[in-house]
């Protein structure tokens, strides 16, 4: 499967707990992308990578989400203190740019996290 | 602020009745409308991109079209496999910075085709 891999799946946590999220994206986009979407709702930008680079990152990241694509592949969202609060679906999406326009960006199965 | 207005937020058709959704946007400056069929617990699964008033884009059963206020999901004759939730996110510019990464959704219209 070349699509964009995300793991794990399903988290439950406690409350005040850390957890991190890792993103596989599609091989050739350099373009890596996280959201995050709760029940009845789109989903909402977090942050954005080209390469290994951040370069947009939305308000909702409040100081306790971090992410980092260290070498321009993969990519890890950690969410320290969880709250319940965080309690979503985390999706990762990849695409690359083609001419002035990028392509399409594709989207993982999600992370399904759950803070109890 | 960038926003998108979807509706019906939910739609019940029966098999064969053809309908159409619909997009409403508010953007600064639009660099693309995408269409985007979530399944249950799935990710968004890519459908369409339209980037200028006038575009239709086909595939199968749907068609999507853009004017510059708002974008149509056109469903001919669904089917049953055709139940989901449609979502709509529009990218924009952000002026003499330069377009945004980011997609803008809208909440979606769960669409639900009874056999």
């Known amino acids: 499967d070349t699509g964009v891999s995300q793991n794990p799946r399903h988290k439950i946590t406690k409350r005040g707990q850390n957890v991190t999220f890792r993103c596989d994206p599609i091989?050739?986009?350099?373009?890596l992308y996280w959201y995050r979407q709760t029940l009845g709702q789109g989903p909402e930008f977090l942050t954005y990578?080209?390469?290994?680079?951040?370069?947009?990152k939305s308000r909702l990241l409040s100081d306790r989400f971090s992410a980092e694509r260290p070498k321009g592949s993969f990519s890890t969202l950690e969410i320290q203190r969880t709250e319940q609060g965080d309690s979503a679906m985390y999706l990762c999406?990849?695409?690359?740019?083609?001419?002035?326009?990028?392509?399409?960006?594709?989207f993982g199965q999600g992370t399904r996290l759950t803070v109890v | 602020e960038d926003q998108v207005t979807q509706s019906p937020e939910a739609l019940r058709l029966q098999e064969g009745e053809s309908s159409s959704l619909n997009c409403s946007y508010t953007?600064?400056?639009?660099?693309?409308l995408f269409w985007y069929r979530q399944d249950p617990g799935k990710g968004p699964e890519f459908l369409f991109t339209?980037?200028?008033a006038g575009e239709e884009k086909e595939k199968e059963r749907l068609k999507a079209t853009l004017t510059k206020k708002e974008s149509f999901l056109h469903i001919t004759a669904p089917k049953p496999e055709d139940s989901a939730t449609y979502l709509c996110?529009?990218?924009?510019?952000?002026?003499?910075?330069?377009?945004?990464?980011?997609?803008?959704f809208g909440k979606g219209t769960k669409l639900t085709v009874n056999p």
């Open positions: 990578f080209q390469n290994e680079a951040q370069l947009e």
């Open positions: 953007v600064s400056g639009l660099r693309g």
């Open positions: 996110a529009v990218q924009t510019e952000r002026g003499i910075q330069g377009g945004s990464e980011k997609l803008v």
């Open positions: 091989s050739e986009h350099n373009r």
């Open positions: 339209l980037y200028s």
């Open positions: 999406a990849s695409s690359s740019r083609v001419g002035v326009r990028r392509t399409e960006a594709f």
